[in-house]
């Protein structure tokens, strides 16, 4: 793998690729690779005759400066990570933050209801961060595909309105949740977990499963409340929202007569780490 750290290093590299008629994958991430990052990596291999890594912890993304202090990272082992699994050619973009922000971004986006509910809420100005890096970087990637995982739900069609909306010739391709053994979705943040707070956190999952089956024999609100309140249970475990919602709105659904593909989506926080989950509640089984 090749390690570029420059925009104009990098422009190098996509022109050498442009000359030899080499279509590229892209994998955005911020570090504190796990094997949720390895599946996106390994979807792009498999596609993309190079593949494009970045790692950038985006400051404009966190709402909460305390949150972007305590984001892990750890570029050593990311890098040890990456050199396992990417090929000669491929590259691993290490932008600092003057790379990525010359000048402070002001642009503001306008997602329209999308960002509204559930992490927009309840992170004000997230998705604003996010689509101001994910575009930038994909004005200097120029990437074929982009390759993001569905436990950001809301992320993934931010980013794909973002596409529509700035009409990008990029392909984003959405790839599945990983999960641990006990089927806590994969997440930088989990390292931050405390041993209770990691003996509890499966419970998340198995709770989303088990609302999977009461749909139709309960009605949506009951549904919600005994989510929440199975969750609660678990002393370290506190709700901030649950939402069924339109797969493609993200608005919240009233009744499972609605027609349409159903998410729901859920943020726990394990004492002081917020933990994201989803689940289909229109698909057979996850
Ligand atoms: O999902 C993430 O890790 C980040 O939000 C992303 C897409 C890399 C942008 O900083």
Redesign the pocket.
């Known amino acids: 793998m090749i390690i570029v750290k420059t925009r104009k290093e990098l422009e190098e590299k996509r022109n050498i690729l442009k000359k030899n008629n080499l279509l590229h994958g892209f994998v955005?991430?911020?570090g504190a690779l796990h094997e949720g990052h390895l599946s996106l990596i390994r979807c792009s291999l498999s596609n993309d005759p190079v593949t494009v890594v970045s790692i950038?912890v985006?400051p404009t993304?966190f709402n909460d400066p305390e949150d972007l202090k305590k984001y892990p990272r750890n570029p050593e082992a990311d890098l040890n990570l990456l050199e396992k699994v990417l090929r000669t050619g491929d590259l691993v973009f290490l932008p600092g933050e003057k790379e990525i922000y010359p000048e402070p971004d002001h642009r503001i986006f306008d997602f329209g209801i999308l960002d509204k509910v559930m992490e927009g809420k309840f992170r004000p100005g997230h998705f604003n961060g996010?689509a101001q890096?994910?575009s930038r970087l994909f004005d200097m990637v120029q990437p074929r595909n982009a390759y993001?995982g569905l436990k950001?739900f809301q992320?993934l069609a931010i980013i794909k309105e973002m596409v529509r909306m700035l009409n990008l010739p990029v392909n984003i391709v959405p790839c599945p949740i990983i999960r641990e053994p006990d089927g806590l979705a994969m997440s930088s943040r989990n390292v931050n977990l405390g041993k209770k707070e990691r003996e509890e956190a499966p419970m998340i999952f198995r709770t989303l499963k088990e609302a999977v089956s009461q749909k139709g024999k309960l009605p949506v609100e009951k549904v919600k409340e005994w989510v929440i309140s199975r969750i609660e249970n678990n002393s370290s475990l506190k709700v901030e929202y649950f939402e069924v919602v339109h797969a493609d709105t993200l608005q919240p659904i009233l009744s499972w007569d609605e027609p349409g593909d159903k998410q729901g989506c859920i943020a726990v926080w394990a004492g002081k780490v917020r933990l994201i989950d989803n689940i289909s509640f229109s698909r057979k089984k996850e």
């Open positions: 955005p991430t911020m950038f985006n993304q996010v890096v994910v993001f950001d992320q």
